[in-house]
């Protein structure tokens, strides 16, 4: 069939909309530690997936051949974190999730520990990072009500006064690690408290892996400049239904209490 030239010349002069729009959203390079785990996967899936930043990196131990377009590894030399090698970034993602035993791959990464948050925070800071999104793991009742939703340590205060111009932390609740017993005593005791988990609140119930990367890619989307410490109860809030309004309201209580405490 013959091609009419005013179509031709119609389609030629249509915009194209798709990558321009990918052109114009990516913000800079992107490092990530702690990319292992069901969390940690799914964060690298959702950030680096959705090719919003120009490059993703990814803490590793071991060198390792890069499976995702985009995607390439930072190996970190068996030294302390002070005396690594810069590397250049602009927004940066730590979660703390252990690697599952079954992924060979997830062996090779870095994985944090929550005693190296000062110390890598520095280091990113010095690697040129802005924005830093934190995913810290909380253990269902065990933080009081007045720090849920401030600084809960130390470590934490010194994560603030790196510099950065965005700190977001996530309190994400997770499940309570197996127990081992080493006596038929402690299994007793251990079996007769476990009415006690049933007493948690719905709300510090542990929120799927997806839902808590879709929240992190979300907030490093609208959250302002300063500090925003989501709790559990508003990381749970979030996952059960639209989560940019909580959200927004999050965000925008945090504005209205600075303005109303000057």
Known sequence: MALD??????AA???VPPATAVATTTAGTLLIAGAT???????????AGGHRFAHVRVLSREPM?????G??????????????????ADTAVIAFDPPRLYHGRERALWVPQPSDLPELSRWLRACGVQTLAIVQP??????????KRGLASLDEQAVVASGFERVILLRSARKPPNARFANPAERLAAWMLSIMRFMVP????????????ELVDMALRI??????????????????????????RWLGQERNEAVAGL
């Open 13 to 15: 002069n249509r915009a």
């Open 202 to 213: 719905t709300s510090e119930q542990p929120v799927r892996p997806s839902k808590v990367a």
């Open 37 to 47: 785990g069901a969390l940690g996967q799914e964060l690298l899936r959702r950030l």
């Open 138 to 147: 909380h253990d269902q009742g065990r933080l009081p009500e007045a720090l």
């Open 223 to 248: 959250a302002p400049a300063g500090v925003h410490v989501a709790a559990p109860e508003l990381v749970w809030e979030a996952a059960q239904g639209e989560m940019q309004p909580v959200l927004r």
């Open 71 to 88: 995607v390439e590894t930072c190996l970190c030399p068996g030294l302390p974190i002070a005396q690594w090698g810069l590397t250049s």
């Open 5 to 10: 030239p005013l179509q031709a010349l119609q």
């Open 65 to 69: 051949r890069d499976g995702m377009r």
